[in-house]
Antibody, heavy 118, light 110 residues
Framework: QMQLQESGPGLVKPLQTLALTCTVS?????????WSWIRQPAGKGLEWIGR???????NYNPSLRSRVTISVDTSKNQFYLKLSSLTAADTAIYYC???????????WGQGTLVTVSS | QSALTQPASVSGSPGQSITISCTGT?????????VSWYQQHPGKAPKLLIY???NRPSGVSFRFSGSKSGNTASLTISGLQADDEADYYC??????????FGGGTKLTVL
């Protein structure tokens, strides 16, 4: 059964760049799937950040496009999120998930809390 | 892109049925049959309940069903159970090849 696990720093300073890793186990990242990042501020709703195909093609949320880079390393079965110019508004739980087309995300990682604070 | 519109809260008694709406535009919900629904219990990751408007993944109870009319999608939960108490989110593909979620609906089982 495929599982995803996020990892990265829990605390990042304002204006810095966040770097998160999602490790895929129980299956290959090179499975003609899309791999997404989604975030959720405390007590608020979900926001799709963007996605990458194992071929390297990407799509980003227009509201975050200027600050987001998603990449993949198929040899490590991992994909990555970089989000630059952080502000307190970027404080959230960040999830990685497999995309199966449309708006279908399954499975999800357990999420990792990122706090932006000096 | 604007979040899809969901009611902030709904409630129902055990055994009853409830429906949660998700309203978008022709550029998302109304333009494509790519609406999904997710259930999220406190402190947990979202779980896929419905995809492509009406399809249930393997393992999801038949009590959960989806539909769409125009720019509004709906999730119906029949035979409410205590464990159904959770937050529910809709999501849609958009015309800009993006994805957008609803603001979420808190379901209370009375």
């Amino acid at each position: 059964q495929m599982q995803l696990q996020e990892s990265g720093p829990g605390l990042v300073k304002p204006l810095q760049t966040l770097a998160l890793t999602c490790t895929v186990s129980g299956g290959s990242i090179s499975s003609d799937s899309y791999w997404s990042w989604i975030r959720q501020p405390a007590g608020k709703g979900l926001e799709w950040i963007g996605r990458i195909h194992d071929s390297g093609s990407t799509n980003y949320n227009p509201s975050l496009r200027s600050r987001v880079t998603i990449s993949v390393d198929t040899s490590k079965n991992q994909f990555y999120l970089k989000l630059s110019s952080l502000t307190a508004a970027d404080t959230a739980i960040y999830y990685c998930a497999r995309g199966l087309g449309g708006a279908r995300f399954d499975p999800w990682g357990q999420g990792t809390l990122v706090t932006v604070s000096s | 892109q604007s979040a899809l519109t969901q009611p902030a809260s709904v409630s129902g008694s055990p055994g009853q049925s409830i429906t949660i709406s998700c309203t978008g535009t022709r550029s998302d919900v109304g333009g494509y049959n790519y609406v999904s629904w997710y259930q999220q219990h406190p402190g947990k990751a979202p779980k896929l309940l419905i995809y492509d408007v009406t399809n249930r993944p393997s393992g999801v109870s038949f009590r959960f069903s989806g539909s769409k009319s125009g720019n509004t999608a709906s999730l119906t939960i029949s035979g409410l159970q205590a464990d159904d108490e959770a937050d529910y989110y809709c999501a849609s593909y958009t015309s800009s090849s993006s994805r957008v979620f609803g603001g979420g609906t808190k379901l209370t089982v009375l």
